[in-house]
């Protein structure tokens, strides 16, 4: 991706939103966020160049027959912040990993892969960076980790979207209450739910890429460390329940930008 010389060009990374009909006051926030987005298109000179929502962008994703209806306002501001210039990339997370090419199309949206990397200009370099959701990088886990083998295999998805929705709908309850029985077992060892120095670093030297962003972990930070010798980064995205900083830009001049958001109120 290259704007023009005469544009401000933006690239904006969010993740964790898990939009939620119970939660008006994420979903309030969302529309703000695109609202702006929207408004920072329309201006001479200025331009999101593209948004990549790393994840999570819904709390539950049932199947696009299921879940289109349920999410429709929130599909309808994408598309409309993709008609207004905005390219729109979004990966799937371990709460939304059925979104499929319905959902793609109402929403304008390009689906990509876990891990995908990208080229950014960052301080005016150009840099390789690798993008994930983050949790493919949780392998102390090893019952999460399972438990993504089982549902991410292609013939299971096949199985399950083929169910009523409402078997579905049941399906899905008992596997978060297991997943809440099984975080609450491990509270006290953070390590476990966190990533793994190892295999992330196994995976970014994969993909020769000294800088990852990623969500999924809720501990927003930047980490720094050695790389095959090399400064590298792991830029760590907050989610949008107990965090307002959920942005992360590839250029410093949209810091004014970012903050615009971080400082909208609870």
Same mark, same amino acid.
């Given at each position: 991706?290259?704007?023009?010389?005469?544009?401000?060009?933006?690239?904006?990374?969010?993740?964790? !939103?898990?939009?939620?009909?119970? =939660?008006?006051?994420?979903?309030?926030?969302?529309?703000?966020?695109?609202?702006?987005?929207?408004?920072?298109?329309?201006?001479?000179?200025?331009?999101?160049?593209?948004?990549?929502?790393?994840?999570?962008?819904?709390?539950?994703?049932?199947?696009?027959?299921?879940?289109?209806?349920?999410?429709?306002?929130?599909?309808?501001?994408?598309?409309?912040?993709?008609?207004?210039?905005?390219? !729109?990339?979004?990966?799937?997370?371990?709460?939304?990993? !059925?979104?499929?090419?319905?959902? &793609? %199309? &109402?929403?304008?949206?390009?689906?990509? &892969?876990?891990?995908?990397?990208?080229?950014?200009?960052?301080?005016?370099?150009?840099?390789? #960076?690798?993008? +994930?959701?983050?949790?493919?990088?949780?392998?102390?886990?090893?019952?999460?980790?399972?438990?993504?083998?089982? #549902? %991410?295999? $292609?013939?299971?998805?096949?199985?399950?979207?083929?169910? $009523?929705?409402?078997? %579905?709908?049941?399906?899905?309850?008992?596997? %978060?209450?297991? +997943?809440?029985?099984?975080?609450?077992?491990?509270?006290?060892?953070?390590?476990?739910?966190? #990533?793994?120095?190892?295999?992330?670093?196994?995976?970014?030297?994969?993909?020769?890429?000294?800088?990852?962003?990623?969500?999924?972990?809720?501990?927003?930070?930047?980490?720094?460390?050695?790389?095959?010798?090399?400064?590298?980064? =792991?830029? #760590?995205?907050?989610?949008?329940?107990?965090?307002?900083?959920?942005?992360? +830009?590839?250029?410093?001049?949209?810091?004014?930008?970012?903050?615009?958001?971080?400082? !909208? $109120?609870?």
């Amino acid at each position: 991706m290259k704007a023009s010389s005469n544009t401000l060009s933006k690239v904006l990374f969010i993740s964790d !939103l898990h939009l939620d009909p119970k =939660r008006s006051d994420i979903q309030s926030y969302f529309d703000q966020f695109i609202n702006t987005c929207i408004h920072d298109n329309a201006q001479p000179q200025k331009n999101i160049q593209a948004l990549y929502i790393l994840g999570d962008l819904f709390e539950v994703w049932m199947g696009d027959d299921a879940s289109i209806p349920i999410y429709q306002h929130s599909i309808t501001q994408l598309k409309q912040l993709v008609n207004s210039g905005t390219e !729109l990339y979004i990966m799937r997370g371990n709460r939304d990993f !059925l979104m499929g090419a319905d959902f &793609a %199309r &109402a929403s304008g949206a390009t689906l990509i &892969a876990d891990p995908y990397p990208i080229t950014l200009t960052i301080e005016h370099q150009k840099q390789a #960076v690798l993008l +994930s959701h983050g949790d493919i990088f949780c392998t102390d886990d090893q019952p999460y980790m399972d438990f993504r083998r089982l #549902v %991410r295999d $292609p013939l299971w998805q096949q199985q399950f979207l083929a169910k $009523p929705i409402t078997e %579905r709908i049941a399906i899905a309850r008992a596997m %978060r209450e297991n +997943s809440i029985k099984s975080q609450s077992a491990i509270t006290t060892d953070t390590e476990i739910s966190d #990533v793994n120095q190892d295999t992330l670093e196994h995976i970014m030297l994969t993909h020769q890429c000294q800088t990852l962003i990623h969500g999924h972990t809720h501990r927003p930070a930047v980490h720094q460390f050695y790389l095959h010798n090399k400064n590298a980064q =792991r830029i #760590v995205l907050s989610d949008w329940y107990s965090n307002k900083k959920n942005l992360w +830009s590839d250029d410093e001049i949209t810091k004014k930008f970012v903050q615009k958001f971080d400082s !909208l $109120p609870n």
